[in-house]
């Protein structure tokens, strides 16, 4: 079976998988579907690698969705020949072929509500960090609402589906360049901008 047949099922298998968990409309599915998927960068971790992260700042609430979401593509990698794997965990002093991931809480540079930003703007990356500004305000909101407000509808799994796009930037995809595509959460909004930056 030639090679880009595979990446079109690999990438098909990774849009249902975090399509149905995230629940985007998926259907009616096409077996053509590089249809919707993000341009790839190969701007992400190694085959294989395993990658300990740290989450930080958030709370009780949010915690367990950002954890949710590293471990479905922890178990989308196993399907997807990247085999990278997610650890909530310092890497050991005997580590090989890892890298570390910091989700925390601040201001991000792009004034998004949440960016990742790597260590390399080209090739493999050893590090990333994901940053939610929690204080961030939906443009044009009058009186402001928060982008994650406690009180809205959709705040139980935000987190998950911000985190599940954010992590899709350290696995090497970028952003869809039109609306939200079938590889699930990779739309071009929130931040459209972000590429502009620094690899957001
Ligand atoms: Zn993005």
Redesign the pocket.
């Known amino acids: 079976m030639p090679k880009k047949h595979l990446a079109i099922r690999s990438c098909s298998l990774l849009a249902l998988v975090l399509g149905v968990l995230t629940g985007f409309a998926l259907f009616p599915f096409r077996s053509d579907a590089q249809l919707g998927c993000p341009p790839v960068s190969n701007n992400g971790w190694t085959k294989c690698a395993t990658v300990y992260y740290t989450i930080t700042g958030f709370d009780g609430a949010q915690t367990p969705q950002i954890n949710s979401a590293l471990s479905t593509w922890g178990q989308a990698n196993f399907g997807n020949n990247s085999h990278v794997r997610f650890l909530n965990a310092a890497p050991p002093p005997n580590a090989e072929n890892y890298g570390t991931l910091t989700v925390q809480t601040g201001a991000t540079v792009s004034g998004a509500p949440a960016e990742t930003v790597k260590d390399t703007r080209d090739g493999p990356i050893a590090d990333a960090t994901i940053t939610f500004d929690l204080e961030n305000i939906i443009p044009g909101t009058s009186p402001p609402q928060l982008v994650y407000d406690p009180g809205v509808v959709g705040y139980n799994s935000i987190f998950t589906k911000v985190t599940l ?1 954010e992590a899709g ?1 350290t696995m090497g995809l970028k ?1 869809e360049p039109q609306g939200a595509g079938l590889c699930f959460g ?1 739309s071009a909004e929130p ?1 459209s901008n ?1 590429w502009n930056l620094w690899a ?1």
Do not use: A, N
Request: aromatic content about 0%; hydrophobic content about 0%; glycine content about 0%.
């Open positions: 796009h930037h952003d990779q931040h972000e957001k």
